[in-house]
């Protein structure tokens, strides 16, 4: 598509008609099937989430996150108590249904109203939460309370050396933007970070497919996907699938 140019000739962006920042995300609870997000409490969330991540007696869930593992419950309420202070990241607690038990932790971050950018990070999913349905549908949800407050771009960023973050990326409809080489020093070792994105003009086919695949419809007698959402969030726009 050809750009627009300005007086002197030079091709610049396409004009944001009517732009209005969107306000922060509220620190209120998100609504689904599956899953409810509430703002993360270390009181209410604290004793299921420790419970929960004790079942990666390995740590694995820490190993590219810059906090954690933690040596006890003490250690881990401390970071709970910092973390529900904080209004940027602004986390929440995924509870499941029908257990009513938290399972796992994510949060906005760099949140950016007058440029209309928000991400979505500190994701720390126990093994209750993984491969679930309820673990899309947390990220679906959070996505649309992006969307529908007024965000323009929607990111995702990772360790470049997270196979698995980066695949989970591209699964959900992220594109690729790219890796920023030594972007940081987490734990004292080198991170490069890579770079996923969604916009509001990838949102209303996306959240299409995400509707189609959390549709009980969707699923057999035993639970298992009849689509997967990776067919349904593939598009010309994205390279081939990471393996």
Known sequence: MPSEQNHLGQPVGEPVIDWQPPPSPAREPLEGRWCRLEPL?????GPSLYEANALDPEGRNWTYLAYGPFAGFAEY????????????PLYFAIVARP??????????????PPQ?????????FSPLLQATPAATEAMYLMMARAFALGYRRYEWKCHSLNAPSRRAALRLGFTPEGVFRQAAIVKGRNRDTAWYAITDQDWPALKRAFETWLDPANFDSDGQQRTSLSDLTSSPRQPPRET
């Open 77 to 88: 309420g401390l970071w709970l108590r910092e973390a529900a202070a904080s209004s940027d």
């Open 116 to 124: 209309g950018v928000i991400e979505v990070g500190h994701l720390n």
């Open 99 to 112: 257990t009513g038990r938290a399972v796992g932790v994510a949060s906005y971050l760099r949140i950016n």
């Open 41 to 45: 409490d270390p009181v209410t969330h």
